[in-house]
T-cell receptor, first 110, second 115 residues
Framework: AQSVSQHNHHVILSEAASLELGCNYS??????LFWYVQYPGQHLQLLLK??????LVKGIKGFEAEFIKSKFSFNLRKPSVQWSDTAEYFC????????FGTGTSLTVIP | KAGVTQTPRYLIKTRGQQVTLSCSPI?????VSWYQQTPGQGLQFLFE???????NKGNFPGRFSGRQFSNSRSEMNVSTLELGDSALYLC??????????????FGPGTRLTVT
């Protein structure tokens, strides 16, 4: 079965710190890649996506992610986090269906 | 454009009962997927429907079933509820399974508690 691994389960950062959340997947074929975010009390929303072209994709709220095919990775980054970035982040891979990671809970301390 | 809607938002049931959850996708979206979200497990895929046909099914027992109607609205049913079925059930819609980009848009979920 295909799988998506998010290595960091809980991350705590101070405001202005840089963020990198890891995501690795197991399927070697053509995939679409996504990061979703779930803010406290809100539903999942799309942060960014990759399906072709430039492997460095930019999303909303200053987030970006880099697709490295050779490493089966799609890591999420943000240069400077804010308190409002406190949320749960999910990496997802789609080839015939969506596969989600178990999520990373990010807490940003003011 | 209205988002994905799910009803009811909260539900409390007793072991052994059955439950039906409803999902209305974004207008124009014809693909609907269902997920079970629990702490520490992330989102577990239940099934996906497109044009009233189940395209994919996750690794859940047969007590979990679903269907899609001609207007793309979808329902999922869980029979003989168990305590472990307590979770947030999410519905997601997308244009079509093979659409370029293919992102899913999620509803707020139905919080099911089984006592």
């Amino acid at each position: 079965a295909q799988s998506v691994s998010q290595h960091n389960h809980h991350v705590i950062l101070s405001e202005a710190a840089s963020l990198e959340l890891g995501c690795n997947y197991s399927y070697g074929g053509t995939v679409n890649l996504f990061w979703y975010v779930q803010y406290p009390g809100q539903h999942l929303q799309l942060l960014l996506k990759y399906f072709s072209g430039d492997p460095l994709v930019k999303g909303i709220k200053g987030f970006e992610a880099e697709f490295i095919k050779s490493k089966f990775s799609f890591n999420l980054r943000k240069p400077s986090v804010q308190w409002s970035d406190t949320a749960e982040y999910f990496c997802a891979v789609k080839y015939n269906q969506f596969y989600f990671g178990t999520g990373t809970s990010l807490t940003v301390i003011p | 454009k209205a988002g994905v809607t799910q009803t009811p938002r909260y539900l409390i049931k007793t072991r052994g009962q059955q439950v039906t959850l409803s999902c209305s996708p974004i207008s124009g979206h014809r693909s609907v997927s269902w997920y079970q979200q629990t702490p520490g497990q992330g989102l577990q895929f239940l099934f996906e429907y497109f044009s009233e046909t189940q395209r994919n099914k996750g690794n859940f027992p047969g007590r979990f079933s679903g269907r899609q109607f001609s207007n793309s609205r979808s329902e999922m049913n869980v029979s003989t509820l168990e305590l472990g079925d307590s979770a947030l059930y999410l519905c997601a819609s997308s244009l079509a399974p093979g659409a370029v980009g293919g992102e899913q848009y999620f509803g707020p979920g139905t919080r099911l508690t089984v006592t």
